[in-house]
């Protein structure tokens, strides 16, 4: 049985190419550069008060208080001022054009009008290049601002908008299929017999890929039968990305993997040493990925975090799509057969002397409803038996974490 970190080795180095496609900017949000944004002017455009007051010679007023003339105003918007002469001052809004001949701005808290009419107070002095930014101060005309690889946020989009890209290359989503398979399986209208429950794993799963930006096409329920698990199967490497969740571990009626090796499949691993999800399969055809995940309810979460994951996030052009990890202190003393890498729910919360992470009571990887109350796991290393209270343990947020409620 691999280890978690070979399976990801082994998924990385099975990555497809990635694709690019042209969205419009205000469409881009979320996702990655596939190009670099470069400065289509300097920012600013031209030397920019900071604040809403008077333009003036620092020399000017080197001896403040001291009365200088008004010889006009300058607005943002309202067109290039003429040249500030000695003697002089301009009245300036923020965001306007400094006048030549200006070397500092007074803030118009420190001015006040003369009691001779056209003449302004300036109450101290203020130093040169005080409240201006200069022409090009924060970016220059061809100068790369957007490295390619950059994941697009609102900064982001402001950028593009601040240098007229109205388009942006950005890496493609990669398509995805679902599908759920158990002959014990009805869909969420419907009333279950009493040997039956309802079909959980899709939707969660179509949810955490909707948490990275990305859809799903939901193909149904499969039964537990060679030919309908084929066909539904084929539809799916329709797509980029097939998961399936169900139909993987040891049972006779997990017949996944058959399939896939009916299908022609190359199964690159079977079976990772992670508790819960021990019967993963990962698999590729050309291009097209394949991950059967177990049916178990956390199982199918924990694995999609941990495997899927880190593929579809460097499909659509992530460098590190994994879930963040830090550092907490247990709470409670903790206790596993060691040999697998567990992922175990918890509480995390900040206190004064940083996280702590009270570890869930839950009751085995089948209990989602136990899983609603975590918003992260901490890490059971696989070669340890017992975690004590006041350790300091491994967490991997869940995607959600910082806005989970509970
Ligand atoms: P399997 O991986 O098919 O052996 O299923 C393991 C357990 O997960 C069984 O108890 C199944 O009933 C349950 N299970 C399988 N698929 C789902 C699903 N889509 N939603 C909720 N529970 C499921
Ligand atoms: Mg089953």
């Not at 205000?26 to 944004?37: D, K, P, T």
């Not at 050309?286 to 059967?292: A, D, E, P, R, S």
Request: hydrophobic share 45%; charged share 25%; glycine share 10%.
């Amino acid at each position: 049985m691999i280890s978690v970190e070979e399976a990801l080795g082994i998924l990385l180095s099975n990555l497809p190419e990635r694709r690019i496609e042209q969205v419009p900017f205000r469409s881009a949000l979320g996702r990655v550069l596939a190009e670099a944004i470069v400065a289509t002017s300097d920012i600013p455009p031209f030397r920019r008060s900071a604040v809403d007051g008077y333009a003036v010679h620092a020399s000017d007023v080197r001896n403040a208080p001291v009365e200088l003339v008004l010889a006009g105003e300058s607005r943002a918007g309202g067109g290039m001022p003429g040249r500030l002469g000695t003697g002089e001052t301009l009245s300036i809004m923020t965001g306007a054009p400094v006048p030549e001949g200006a070397d500092a701005v007074q803030m118009v808290e420190l001015c006040k009008p003369a009691a001779a009419g056209g003449k302004i107070v300036i109450t101290q002095p203020v130093r040169a290049h005080d409240n201006i930014a200069p022409r090009g101060s924060e970016s220059r005309e061809g100068e790369t601002v957007l490295e390619s690889g950059h994941r697009i946020g609102p900064a982001e989009i402001a950028a593009m908008a601040t240098f007229g890209y109205s388009r942006a290359a950005v890496y493609r989503k990669p398509s995805v299929a679902i599908f759920a398979t158990g002959d014990e399986l009805v869909e969420f209208d419907q009333v279950p017999r009493p040997d039956q429950i309802r079909n959980s794993n899709a939707y969660c799963l179509a949810s955490q890929l909707q948490l990275m930006g990305l859809e799903a096409d939901y193909l149904g329920i499969v039964r537990d039968d060679k030919e309908a698990l084929r066909q539904t199967m084929r539809a799916g490497l329709e797509r980029d990305v097939l998961i399936i969740t169900g139909g993987v571990s040891m049972g006779t009626y997990d017949l996944v993997q058959d399939v896939f090796q009916d299908l022609g499949l190359e199964i690159l691993f079977s079976k990772v040493a992670i508790k819960p999800g021990k019967p993963t399969v990962f698999a590729r055809r050309g291009n097209n990925l394949i991950f059967g995940l177990p049916g178990n309810p956390i199982s199918a979460l924990i694995t999609f975090e941990c495997f899927v994951r880190p593929v579809l996030g460097r499909l659509c052009g992530m460098a590190h799509p994994e879930l963040p990890r830090m550092k907490g202190e247990l709470l409670a003393d903790m206790k596993q057969s060691p040999g697998r890498t567990a992922f175990l729910p918890a509480w995390v919360t900040w206190e004064d002397d940083g996280w702590k992470v009270d570890p869930l009571l839950w009751k085995s990887s089948a209990d989602i409803i136990g899983f609603t109350r975590a918003n992260a796991t901490f890490i059971f290393p696989k070669n340890r038996d017992f975690l004590g209270k006041g350790e300091i343990v491994e967490l991997m947020l869940l995607p959600d974490f910082f806005v989970r409620q509970r």
